[in-house]
Antibody, heavy 117, light 106 residues
Framework: EVQLLESGGGLVQPGGSLRLSCAAS????????MSWVRQAPGKGLEWVST????????YYADSVKGRFTISRDNSKNTFYLQVNSLRAEDTAVYYC??????????WGQGTLVTVSS | EIVMTQSPATLSVSPGERATLSCRAS??????LAWYQQKPGQAPRLLIY???TRATGIPARFSGSGSGTDFTLTISSLQSEDFAVYFC????????FGQGTQVEIK
């Protein structure tokens, strides 16, 4: 089955860190750019970060640049989002998506990150 | 950043009726425009890409049109499962989304 499965979300204090993971299955993972998209509670969608097929090129939204790092391990069919220096406004459901900076036909179920003291 | 503006914010439609949703870009995005459907507690579902191409498995009652700055999603005859929030997304450059249109039962 073609799917993406996120993990790693949780409650973290302001200034804290988490590593989100997205495990892919059912397709040739190393052939696709992958992305993270987030959605604050009751709000719209924000494209956060994209990584190329090889991992050699990465892109970030200005709102997270310098704080978040995207990476991938093609041997494990998994990619990651390291989120540091978290702020209250980073509270959101984080979705992984099979897409470069384009339309996303496959999404994970989402993992909730809550930043609160 | 390209700003995407959707209208209306809420659309009240009776089952079986046609729904027309609009999306406007702050600058031309050519046809680099997608539409998504999202239901509560679920991830977005891709409906349309390239402004008018239906994604795999999307029923023919969904259609997209437009180019440049003005785009439309039309649902020809609303079914019960179509009541949801719809987002447009441009991917001409760094992807950005509209704020969404809630399609509710009239």
């Amino acid at each position: 089955e073609v799917q993406l499965l996120e993990s790693g979300g949780g409650l973290v204090q302001p200034g804290g860190s988490l590593r989100l993971s997205c495990a892919a299955s059912g397709f040739t993972f190393s052939s696709y750019a992958m992305s993270w998209v987030r959605q604050a509670p009751g709000k719209g969608l924000e494209w956060v970060s994209t990584i190329s097929e090889s991992g050699g090129t990465t892109y970030y939204a200005d709102s997270v640049k310098g704080r978040f790092t995207i990476s991938r391990d093609n041997s494990k069919n998994t990619f990651y989002l390291q989120v540091n220096s978290l702020r209250a406004e980073d509270t959101a459901v984080y979705y992984c998506a099979k897409a470069g900076t384009a339309a996303a036909a496959l999404w994970g179920q989402g993992t909730l990150v809550t930043v609160s003291s | 950043e390209i700003v995407m503006t959707q209208s209306p914010a809420t659309l009240s439609v009776s089952p079986g009726e046609r729904a027309t949703l609009s999306c406007r870009a702050s600058q031309s995005v050519s046809i680099n425009l997608a539409w998504y459907q999202q239901k509560p507690g679920q991830a977005p579902r891709l409906l349309i890409y390239g402004a008018s191409t239906r994604a795999t498995g999307i029923p023919a009652r969904f259609s997209g049109s437009g180019s440049g700055t003005d785009f439309t999603l039309t649902i020809s005859s609303l079914q019960s499962e179509d009541f949801a929030v719809y987002f447009c997304q441009q991917y001409y450059n760094w992807p950005t989304f509209g704020q969404g249109t809630q399609v509710e039962i009239k």
